[in-house]
C-alpha cells in the first residue's frame, strides 16, 4: 500500500509546476501499557502511517527570483483530499519569500547508525512493567501511582524530485513513571520520564532507585539559602545546559542576524578561564543517541562535527538550505550534543573541603531548565537537590538558580566520567565556581 500510495503523491506533485518537492514518510508500530497502582490498567497497539508534503515554487518579487515554501500533512484516509491539500500548499507558498536553495540528489555516502533495536516488541510491555515492580518493592516509604510505557519501531523514508530515496529503521523505548513517597501523614509525588533506543540502556531499576531517593528526601527538603556559592548541576539538569553553544554556532541564526558569532570567536568571552575549556560535537552517529539518524530533514547524510573546541567556534551547524545561503559547508541539522570530559572524578565535587569550599549545592532536577539561547542567561526553580557541607547533607526544594553561561563556564569543571542521556553525551558532573542561589 505504502509504495502504491508514494506513487501517487509523486503523480500528483509532477503534474505542478513546482521548482521542488521533498516527501517524509514515516510509519510508527507502538504498542502501549498503561499501570494504576502496579496493575495493568490498559494495553493498545497503534499502527501510524503519515506522510509530510514539502512544496517549492519559484516566484519574482521586483525582478529577482524568490522561493515559496509550504507543507502539510496526510495520511492514507486523507488522500482524497490531496489535490485540494496541494492546491492550498501552492497559494501559501506564494505568500513566502526566501532565497533560493537546492535539495540534496542523494549522491552522497550515507552512514549506516545503530539506532533500532530488533529484540523490542510488545512482550518488552511485560518485562517493563514487570521490572517495575520489582524494583519500586524494594524501595522504603515508596509506591508506584502509575507507569506509561512505549514501545516504538519506527520507519523513515525521504524523497525528493531530485531521485533521493533514502530510508531507516529506528525504535524509542519510552516511560513515564509515577512514585508516591511517605512523609507523615502525607505523600510527595515524583514524576520520572525517560527515553531510550535499547532494552539494555533502558535502565529502569537505576532511575526507580535515583527516584525514590529524591521522592523521600523531598519530605525533608528546605530552601537553600540565598548568595552565590558553587553548584554542582548533574542528570537531566544537563540537557538543556548546552543549548545557547548550540545556538551561537547555527548558521539559521548567523543568516538571520540574531546572533554575530564569526569562526574563531571565544564562546566564553574574553575574561580569563580558571577552569576547563569546553569542546562539542554535533554527533548523528552515536549508537543509541535519539539525536542519532542516517540523514537529516534535507536528506543530508549525517555525521560528527566539530562545532566548539577549547571555546572557539569552529564550525556552523548548517543545514542544505543555510549552507547555501552562506555558502558553507553543509554538516546536517543537530545530531547529538557531545561534550568533550574534564580530567576530575565526579565524587570529588561533592566534598566542599577537596576545593576549598564550606558548602556546595548539587542540584539534580528543575521544574524547568530553559537557557536563553541568545544571551545564555538561565533561572530555574530547583525541583530536587542537595546542600552538601562536610559532614552533612541537607536535601534542598525549591529556591531558584541562577546565571549566565558565558560566566560560568569561564570557571567550572567538568567531570572525567561521561553519561549518554537522551540526546547528549556530556559529563557526568559540571561544577560552577559562583551560581546564584535564591532561597531562605
Same mark, same amino acid.
Given at each position: 500500500m505504502k509504495n502504491k500510495l508514494i506513487e501517487k503523491l509523486q503523480t500528483a506533485l509532477s503534474k505542478r509546476s513546482l521548482f521542488?518537492?521533498?516527501?517524509?514518510?514515516?510509519?510508527?508500530k507502538s504498542h502501549q501499557s498503561f499501570l494504576a497502582l502496579g496493575d495493568r490498567e490498559c494495553f493498545r497497539e497503534a499502527n501510524v502511517l503519515r506522510y509530510d508534503i514539502t512544496i517549492h515554487v519559484l516566484k519574482e518579487e521586483g525582478g529577482t527570483k524568490k522561493l515559496g515554501t509550504s507543507s502539510f500533512e496526510l495520511s492514507p484516509e486523507s488522500f482524497p483530499n490531496l489535490e485540494k491539500n496541494l492546491d492550498e500548499a501552492i497559494f501559501a507558498a506564494g505568500l513566502v519569500s526566501n532565497e533560493i536553495f537546492e535539495l540534496p540528489d542523494g549522491t552522497g555516502s550515507y552512514p549506516e547508525v545503530e539506532i533500532l533495536d530488533a529484540s523490542l516488541s510488545k512482550d518488552t510491555l511485560k518485562e517493563c512493567e514487570d521490572r517495575t515492580r520489582s524494583a519500586v518493592s524494594k524501595e522504603k516509604g515508596i509506591r508506584l501511582s502509575s507507569a506509561e510505557f512505549f514501545v516504538d519501531e519506527i520507519h523513515s523514508r525521504l524523497l525528493n524530485h531530485k531521485g533521493l530515496n533514502i530510508s531507516q529503521e529506528s525504535s524509542i523505548l519510552e516511560s513515564e513513571i509515577i512514585l508516591l513517597a511517605s512523609s507523615g501523614k502525607d505523600e510527595k509525588e515524583f514524576i520520572s520520564r525517560f527515553r531510550r533506543r535499547f532494552i539494555i540502556d533502558f535502565n529502569l531499576e537505576v532511575e526507580i532507585e535515583r527516584a525514590s531517593q529524591l521522592s523521600r528526601d523531598a519530605g525533608r527538603s528546605r530552601l537553600p539559602k540565598t548568595g552565590e556559592f558553587p553548584v554542582v548541576f548533574s542528570g537531566e539538569t544537563l540537557d538543556k545546559m548546552f543549548e545557547p553553544l548550540i545556538a551561537w554556532s547555527s548558521a539559521r541564526l548567523r543568516y538571520n542576524r540574531i546572533i554575530d558569532k564569526a569562526l574563531g570567536s571565544n564562546l566564553v568571552g574574553a575574561g580569563k578561564v580558571a577552569g576547563d575549556a569546553i569542546t562539542i560535537w554535533s554527533n548523528g552517529l552515536l549508537k543509541g543517541g535519539m539525536g542519532s539518524c542516517r540523514f537529516d530533514g534535507f536528506g543530508s547524510p549525517m555525521s560528527r562535527v566539530l562545532l566548539i573546541q577549547n571555546n572557539?567556534?569552529?564550525?556552523?551547524?548548517?543545514?542544505?538550505?543555510?549552507?547555501?545561503?552562506?555558502?558553507?559547508?553543509?554538516?546536517?541539522?543537530?545530531g547529538n550534543i557531545e561534550v568533550a570530559p574534564g580530567s576530575t572524578p565526579f565524587e570529588l565535587f561533592l566534598d566542599p573541603s577537596l576545593i576549598g569550599e564550606k558548602v556546595i549545592y548539587h542540584i539534580q532536577a528543575f521544574s524547568a531548565f530553559e537557557p536563553n539561547p541568545i544571551t545564555g542567561a538561565f533561572s530555574a526553580e530547583i525541583r530536587a537537590g542537595y546542600e552538601i557541607k562536610?559532614? +552533612?547533607?541537607?536535601?534542598?526544594?525549591?529556591? +531558584?538558580?541562577?546565571?549566565?553561561?558565558?560566566?560560568?563556564?569561564?570557571?567550572?569543571?567538568? +567531570?572525567?566520567?561521561q553519561e549518554l542521556r537522551e540526546r547528549i553525551l556530556a559529563p557526568k558532573g559540571i561544577l560552577f565556581k559562583k551560581l546564584t542561589l535564591a532561597g531562605a
Open positions: 521542488g518537492w521533498q516527501i517524509f514518510e514515516v510509519e510508527t572557539i567556534l569552529k564550525t556552523y551547524l548548517a543545514n542544505k538550505q543555510y549552507a547555501d545561503y552562506l555558502k558553507i559547508p553543509v554538516t546536517g541539522d543537530l562536610p559532614g +552533612s547533607i541537607q536535601p534542598i526544594k525549591g529556591g +531558584s538558580v541562577s546565571g549566565f553561561l558565558q560566566q560560568g563556564l569561564q570557571n567550572c569543571l567538568l +567531570s572525567k566520567e
